[in-house]
């Protein structure tokens, strides 16, 4: 039986993974980190009476619906989470995502350092404004009876497995490798690392306001954490009111960074710590150190937010928050970018190890007859004697440079692009390098013992065909995928079941979905020139180098130089001319393998002082070609 992956929902009920965020900076960093948009956000719509507005799509395995609150706080979040109910009802996780603020160590017998930009996930809820007052003291109600009760089972389960040193691994490695990725979209450069000099912890005791006495009659009565400040104060920087640096608390985890030339902001960034704990949910944010300090003790409590509590009850919940202030009275807003984009990346990294249950998964029995079937209706151009016929052409030793230019080891390491393009005048050897790099790289990914998970595919255009090469290449591509993997996906079977032409659009989602089945694919592509539709074909290569579902591919594409190709290509590709000395050298390695093995060149015309002219003056006259 084949694996079938999952097509688009077929309707709201199909989501089961919500998110739920209340600030801008938070839902932004979300939506950064979507694989894939459902096109439309009104395509599933919304129960009568919802007044949520929603983003729907897909990250990583998972269908997920974002729900924007209209505000912040408790009971926004409440409504917000019930509407969402209503609409979405087979919802099995709620993830609020965003910013809190941290105590600064955890609560364990070895306390560990908390610091701006590390990420907090809940293992329960304290709804913190919800008790009984008393003369000198207010009495929590956090019973299971009276306040929000433990997550459920599956929840608690998985918090364990995360607790683990292998899956704590993943996810540490998972949270920095998105955060990395978000940080150099375009749009998201407000959303940088501020500083460790930024990352100040200041003595609870030490509030922020005017010091002098002269300066304030309010503050220069303020004795006590809960004592009043002045307006002017509490809308001052710590800079602005010469808060003490001697007041300030040494953080071991921040002193390399603010050392030397690395005390500048930083990029990359150091990887934020993900801490597991209980979280305060209150309706207001908590700006004094004392009260920080008095719940962190007595409760264990290592965050501090408004909007969990809210979504509790509706929702089997989890709370994933990015740490922007020590919840004091020195708070201020220049970390939320950032650690809303970590707490972003963790809740991404938090998905990828979270299971879909058999429901969410469906097969189809397909025997293997039907399998190829399947396989050999998609493709409608086979370019397997165009890779044949360039093979045979390819002189032993010749090409082997490209192996060793920085420009190779740049793309095989995924850096910033992971397009290479190789380019050259008419005849200069681009096809038969192509099929050299082909087999070259097909033959490590056979060496790589990854079962199968890294592989090659190619396609070679050619102006024979007199055709647009856009839907052959993506049919052909979709199809020998799908026979490496054996799995044929919902959407890869629709392809040719429903008895209509696929859209573009149909083509592109069907190999998102194959992709699915592989840790990495190298995709080449040859004579881009070659096609009736250049521009289409193009638009097309530049999608999949550049959108998020399409990150497992690497591209290897060749072409001439020609302008529009480069216009669109180049800005998004490593580049690899044919024009430089080493190409000159396999035309030497060429001619003299010609000159020994063709007969010809043993008549008695061919002076060993000819054949050595032509040896030495063809490569430079050559220009390439």
Same mark, same amino acid.
């Given at each position: ?90 919802? *099995? %996780? ?77 996810? @540490? ?67 602005? %009111? ?116 058999? @429901? ?8 293997? #007859?039907?399998? @190829? ?12 004697? #165009? ?30 692009? *992971?397009? %290479? ?52 290449? %993506? ?141 030495? #003056?063809?490569? *430079? ?5």
């Amino acid at each position: 039986m084949a694996e079938v992956l999952r097509p688009a929902p077929r309707d709201r009920n199909d989501f089961r993974i919500a998110i739920i965020c209340a600030l801008k900076t938070e839902f932004d960093a979300v939506e950064g980190l979507f694989d894939h948009f459902w096109e439309g956000d009104q395509k599933y719509g919304k129960a009568d009476g919802d007044p949520n507005a929603y983003s729907t799509g897909r990250i990583g395995e998972h269908d997920v619906v974002l729900a924007f609150m209209p505000g912040m706080g408790n009971l926004n979040s409440a409504n917000t989470s019930a509407a969402l109910r209503s609409s979405f009802g087979g919802i *099995r %996780l709620g993830l609020v995502v965003g910013v809190c603020a941290g105590a600064p160590y955890t609560p364990e017998k070895d306390p560990k350092e908390i610091i701006l930009g590390d990420v907090i996930i809940s293992t329960g809820v304290v709804q913190t404004d919800f008790g009984r007052e008393y003369s000198d003291q207010i009495i929590i109600k956090d019973t299971l009876e009276d306040s929000l009760g433990r997550p459920n089972v599956e929840i608690r389960s998985f918090l364990r497995k995360l607790s683990g040193i292998r899956a704590g691994k993943q996810l @540490r490695e998972g949270t920095y490798s998105y955060l990395l990725g978000l940080l150099k979209q375009e749009g998201y450069e407000a959303y940088g690392y501020p500083g460790a000099k930024e990352d100040t912890l200041y003595k609870s005791e030490y509030r922020h306001k005017h010091h002098a006495p002269i300066q304030c009659d309010v503050c220069s009565k303020c004795e006590n954490d809960w004592d009043p400040v002045c307006t002017t104060s509490q809308n001052s920087t710590c800079a602005e %009111l010469h808060c003490d640096s001697q007041m300030l608390i040494d953080r071991q985890r921040l002193q390399q960074l603010r050392t030397g030339n690395r005390s500048d902001k930083l990029y990359p960034p150091p990887g934020p710590n993900v801490h597991m704990g209980r979280i305060s949910s209150a309706g207001q944010t908590k700006k004094t150190a004392a009260g920080r300090d008095k719940l962190a003790k007595e409760k264990n409590i290592i965050g501090f937010e408004m909007e969990g509590a809210g979504v509790w009850d509706n929702l089997p919940t989890v709370v994933i928050k990015g740490v922007c202030d020590y919840g004091d009275s020195h708070k201020n807003k220049n970390w939320q970018n950032y650690a809303a984009a970590a707490a972003a990346a963790c809740m991404k990294a938090f998905l990828a190890q979270w299971t879909l249950a058999d @429901r969410d998964r469906s097969e189809v029995p397909l025997s293997n #007859l039907e399998k @190829r079937d399947v396989y050999d209706r998609i493709q409608l151009t086979n370019p397997s004697s #165009l890779h044949n016929t360039a093979s045979v052409l390819y002189e032993k030793g010749t090409g082997e440079w490209v192996f060793r230019t920085p420009e190779w080891d740049s793309w095989l390491s995924k850096s910033d692009k *992971r397009c %290479l393009w190789v380019h050259g005048v008419p005849g200069s050897g681009k096809t038969v390098l192509m099929s050299h790099i082909i087999n070259h790289v097909e033959h490590s990914c056979n060496q790589t013992t990854n079962n199968g998970r890294t592989c090659l595919v190619y396609y070679y255009c050619y102006f024979g065909r007199n055709q647009n090469e856009v839907a052959p290449m %993506l049919r052909w591509v979709i199809s020998q995928l799908s026979r490496k993997a054996d799995i044929i996906s919902a959407r890869v079977h629709a392809l040719v079941n429903t008895g209509i032409e696929p859209k573009l659009s149909d083509l592109l989602d069907a190999l998102e979905d194959t992709l699915r089945a592989f840790d990495k694919v190298y995709l080449a592509v040859d004579a881009l020139d070659e096609t009736t539709h250049i521009m289409d074909l193009l638009n097309i290569l530049y999608a999949l180098a550049t959108e998020n579902r399409f990150q497992k591919l690497q591209l290897l594409v060749a072409s001439r130089e020609y302008h529009d190709i480069e216009r669109v290509i180049k800005p998004v590709c490593i580049s690899v001319s044919l024009s430089n000395d080493f190409v000159a050298e396999d035309i030497r390695v060429y001619l003299e393998s010609a000159i020994q093995n063709d007969r010809h060149f043993s008549h008695p015309r061919w002076t060993s002082d000819l054949l050595q002219l032509i040896i030495d #003056l063809l490569p *430079r006259k050559a220009n390439g070609m």
